[in-house]
């Protein structure tokens, strides 16, 4: 008997600034797909209708509006920036459809027609920024390129640290896409700050570190940098010796050592090759799918509302662990993570919070006292101050 | 001159700072239902140098760290168009002081309201400006009326109460204000002789 088929809509730019990571996104989408149409343990299929906005902004609300009205989809699965999602969301609540949106972001946003599944603020930033006042510095030289990432990361790097007495050194911005950075490189070798943070995005970001890495070669330096957004695929474009020591906050990571995790790598690694590596937009977008499905299955309907309620704390043990949608702002509960980058593009991942955290997308239980606090320094530190935070290695 | 009343659009010049076509679209044609007169402008561009009653201004168009963050702060109101709501952009959108704002997407409704308030508040900003500055005046004059009390209750040997009593009296008489006569007072070192003016 053929399963009813489901439409669902993907909307991922193939072309412009970052299809490389929308190519990603698209991979654990399409890898979902065919897991969920073969799966036994679903009475239905989907069928994945793609549109390509081509990473002009426009074209995301175009791309949207055909896909209800030509596709019939109540589902969408898709976009990378905030600005594209921007343009999605007054159509899937005008029409009471739902985005699935699997990246990560800054933050401030909560429509009852979007599912994010990617982390809140809460989740990357201030676990990383936490690390660094207790066990690296209070003064920390910020670089990063001009868009609302970087604007509200900053912000809130500089909330918690002036709090704390540290000092944002600086504040260096690149318009994106800007891949001269031999200026910025130079004062940081002039001033030596004992740390940089990094929200650069794409081939910006890896220029910059290419030459900061040349530069602190050359100079005998070894500066700390920061980022909350660098993945495994990132890395290898970077190259192997540059892309080393990074300090990376992320829900997930290729290395995260559970069953699920070294099962979903091996089937990724099946379907893209040995040398492909499932990046967190990648999974992210993989467990989008997955929860929507197992959402449809529970609610026994693709009703946006149904579906809606259905995954509301329904929990699924994602390759990334334990994730369920927070039904109070349609955020996800997720587990933070800090690894460093080491030889071979992977990331070795040295601290994860012991459960999912609640998403804070506005930030609003942010307790500025208590996250800047320098406690002694100490290895353990920040076990020392949050109880619920557990250091893996 | 007859204060233009916030309710009253028509004829009044609207400036456009947009980019995105579809909300351009739908603000050309509701400012064109109420009877303003448009330009359009890009916002990567500096302000132009012509005079108008409104700014509407797409804030998300404009990069928070850039030469043109700051070359808004203008005379004329500005109405915001909102989308992000981090507090980053609003904390730069608070330092360009917008008389009302709307949040995108935009519709048919509600730019009726953000005018009426941003002509209104502008307005009230203007009334507010020309009051403070008269009391600022009488602040910077209290120094010479406190001189012209002394002086009084010097040469016409009365208390402080009764210096200012009379200072103010005479002042009413010679229709003038009291740091006006305050001023004239130290001048000339006791009460001027001037004969009271008439209407």
Known sequence: MTKPSIPLGLVFSQSGPYAMMAGEMLKGALMAIDEINQHHGFDFTFAPHLRDPGGIVAAYHTACADLIREEHVDHIVGCYTSASRKQVIPIVERTERLLWHPARYEGFESSDNVIYVGAAPNHTVVPLVRHMLDHISGDVFCIGSNYVWTWETNRVTREIVTSAGGRILAERLLELGETAVDHIIKEIIDRKPPVVFNTLVGESS??????????????????PMLSCSLCEPELKLIGSAASVGCITSSAYFESIERPENRAFVARWKARYGADSNPSVDGQSTYICVILLARAIRRADSADVGAVRRAAANHRYDSPQGPIWV?????HCFLTPRLARSVHGCQFRIFW????PERPDPYLSNLDL?????RPEKSNDAMTKRSTHLRIVK | MTRPSPFSVRGRRALMVMRDEREISIMRRQLNRLGMTITEYDPAESPPDEAVDVIVLDADSIPIKSDLATVWKVDAP??????????SRLKWLLDLKPASFLIKPLRSAGLYTALVVAFDSAQRRIDEAARIERLEDRIRCRRVVFAAILQVMRTHDRSESEAFTLIRETAMRHRTTIEQLSAEIVAVGGMPHRTPRTA
């Open chain 1, 369 to 373: 006292p208590a996250v800047g606090t």
């Open chain 2, 78 to 87: 500005i109405i915001a168009l909102i989308g992000t709501e981090t507090p």
């Open chain 1, 352 to 355: 994860e919070a012991d459960a």
């Open chain 1, 206 to 223: 890896y220029s910059f570190i290419r030459a900061l890495h040349a530069a602190t070669m050359r100079a005998g330096l070894a500066i």
């Open chain 1, 326 to 330: 927070d039904p109070d702002n349609n």
